[in-house]
Each structure stands twice: as C-alpha cells, then as structure tokens.
C-alpha cells in the first residue's frame, strides 16, 4: 500500500468549511498527503474516485447524499479503500450503520488532534479504530448476528477455502480484538507478517474488510479461548 511507498493519501469529507479545513491542515501538518476535499455526498463520491485516497476521513450528516451511503458505493468501488468515519454522533444505530456499509473505523469529533492523526495512521494499515466504549458494541452486535439462524447451505455450493494453521491462529487474535501489533508481538512475528496473513485471508474468503473477517471468524467460534 501506499502508506508504504509514501506519504498516506488522505480525503476529508464534511459539510462545514471551518471544521473541514482544520482537519485537512492538520493531515498536512502531520505528514499526511490530503489529496482532495468534499463538502457534500455528490462532490464526495466523484472527488474520492478521481483521487484515489487511501484514507477517506467522512462525515455522516451530508448534504445530497448521507455519509453511509458515500461509503457503501466507495468501499463496493474500491474493497481496498479505508474509511474512518468522523461524526458529532456517538448513537450506537449511526455506528453500527456506519460500519456496516463498510467504513472500519469510528471516531466522534470530541476525539483530539493526536487520536485523530492516530486513527488516520491506523486506518491507513487496516487496524479497526473505535472511540473507546464503541468497539465493544461492534463486536457485541456480530456476536448477535452470529447466534442467529443461518440461511440453509446449498448442497452444490463450492466448500469455504482452506485457510493455513498460521492465517487460522492470526484470524482468531483479530476476532478477539487484537491490533496488528499485538497480534505481532503474540506470534512473535512481524506486523507485516500479519498483514500479509489478513490480506491472504480476506482474498481466500472473498471478504472486503478487517470487520468482515471478525464476523466471519465469530460466526465460526474463533473468537473463544
């Protein structure tokens, strides 16, 4: 990925010139490359496409087109795009929605400067960033969607990929929440190590995201001891 190559290419969305161009300064400051802005949904999904971002910093109350459903047409777009959704709303129905029309992050806008530039860092790697208090009620709501009846096999469906022993062993520490890193200095691996894990993993279950790869893994009781 480009965070690896270069500067992480960063777009910010949000309908207020001031808070957006705070934002945006900041990224800059900080050695992020912002390589677009939007004030609206339309401008939103047009200027993403265009950019090409590595990162894309959203708001959810947009004008012309809601936040959920600029990330839900970017994210079908583009699967590698990350998206770190940056909201005056802490509602536990807006995160929830938000994640699952893809974004794999969640930040409210009372969150710093430095846990703002961390989250982007974060993101930017694939590691799921929540305001403290939300990723447990992500987890919770898959752990629910989990316990619910599933939908009947088709007999003549192709069998789920065989996954190795180590991208088994990394999928189960993701699914009890563990950050790259952690799960890096558990297997005493490196974090790219684990990247290339999760990337094998996601391109072998044909899942788009590190929050897809989590339900996956507790609907199959990965998440235990």
Same mark, same amino acid.
């Given at each position: 990925?480009?965070?690896?190559?270069?500067?992480?290419?960063?777009?910010?969305?949000?309908?207020?010139?001031?808070?957006?161009?705070?934002?945006?300064?900041?990224?800059?400051?900080?050695?992020?490359?912002?390589?677009?802005?939007?004030?609206?949904?339309?401008?939103?999904?047009?200027?993403?496409?265009?950019?090409?971002?590595?990162?894309?910093?959203?708001?959810?109350?947009?004008?012309?087109?809601?936040?959920?459903?600029?990330?839900?047409?970017?994210?079908?777009?583009?699967?590698?795009?990350?998206?770190?959704?940056?909201?005056?709303?802490?509602?536990?129905?807006?995160?929830?929605?938000?994640?699952?029309?893809?974004?794999?992050?969640?930040?409210?806008?009372?969150?710093? &400067?430095?846990?703002?530039?961390?989250?982007?860092?974060? &993101?930017?790697?694939?590691?799921?960033?929540?305001?403290?208090?939300?990723?447990?009620?992500?987890?919770?709501?898959?752990?629910?969607?989990?316990?619910?009846?599933?939908?009947?096999?088709?007999?003549?469906?192709?069998?789920?990929?065989?996954?190795?022993?180590?991208?088994?062993?990394?999928?189960?520490?993701?699914?009890?929440?563990?950050?790259?890193?952690?799960?890096?200095?558990?297997?005493?691996?490196?974090?790219? &190590?684990?990247?290339?894990?999760?990337?094998? &993993?996601?391109?072998?279950?044909?899942?788009?995201?590190?929050?897809?790869?989590?339900?996956?893994?507790?609907?199959?009781?990965?998440?235990?001891?």
């Amino acid at each position: 990925m480009s965070a690896e190559q270069g500067p992480i290419r960063v777009m910010v969305v949000d309908d207020h010139p001031m808070w957006r161009d705070a934002v945006a300064r900041d990224l800059a400051e900080s050695g992020f490359e912002v390589v677009a802005t939007a004030g609206d949904g339309e401008q939103a999904v047009h200027r993403a496409r265009a950019a090409g971002p590595d990162v894309l910093v959203l708001d959810l109350n947009l004008p012309r087109k809601p936040g959920v459903q600029v990330c839900k047409e970017l994210v079908a777009a583009n699967p590698a795009l990350r998206v770190l959704v940056l909201s005056a709303s802490g509602e536990h129905a807006d995160v929830l929605e938000a994640v699952k029309s893809g974004a794999t992050g969640y930040l409210v806008k009372s969150a710093s &400067t430095q846990e703002l530039l961390d989250a982007v860092r974060r &993101t930017a790697v694939g590691d799921p960033v929540f305001t403290p208090g939300l990723a447990g009620l992500v987890l919770g709501e898959y752990r629910r969607l989990a316990v619910e009846p599933a939908p009947a096999v088709d007999a003549d469906a192709p069998k789920a990929p065989r996954l190795t022993a180590r991208e088994t062993e990394v999928l189960r520490l993701v699914a009890k929440g563990l950050s790259y890193k952690q799960v890096a200095e558990r297997l005493v691996i490196s974090h790219r &190590t684990v990247q290339n894990h999760v990337q094998n &993993t996601l391109g072998k279950l044909q899942l788009h995201n590190r929050v897809e790869l989590v339900r996956y893994a507790i609907e199959r009781g990965l998440d235990g001891e």
